[in-house]
């Protein structure tokens, strides 16, 4: 089982910076993908930004441009670098890796979430 630990997350003014990490455990299964997801109060878990093992990125439209993915295939860590961050952003934030198995069925494996809020 892989395991997934989160952490950066904090309290930053309106226009402030903030970086994620999210470190899963050592395996020996691989590791395809790792994703940020993030859920408000009252609002469904949504995909921020998610990265494939061979470095392709794919991110929110309301995070396109403020946000920047990216990993350590070698550490099986992915960084989540905010900018200009929004009220909107306050959220908690949970890291998601996908992980697959010899005969090629995929895996997901969640963190506990860390606390990102935005105010002034």
């Known amino acids: 089982q892989v395991r997934v630990v989160e952490s950066g997350g904090g309290l930053v003014q309106p226009g402030g910076s903030l970086r994620l990490s999210c470190a899963a455990s050592?395996?020996?299964?691989?590791?395809?993908?790792m994703a940020w997801y993030r859920q408000a109060p009252g609002k469904e878990r949504e995909l921020a930004a998610a990265i494939t093992r061979d470095g392709s990125t794919n991110f929110a439209e309301s995070v396109k441009g403020r946000f920047t993915i990216s990993s350590d295939n070698a550490e099986n860590t992915v960084y989540l670098q905010m900018n200009s961050l929004k009220p909107e952003d306050t959220a908690v934030y949970y890291c998601k890796a996908t992980w697959r198995v010899p005969p090629g069925v995929d895996f997901n494996s969640w963190g506990q979430g860390t606390q990102v809020t935005v105010s002034s």
């Open positions: 050592r395996s020996i299964y691989s590791i395809i993908a």
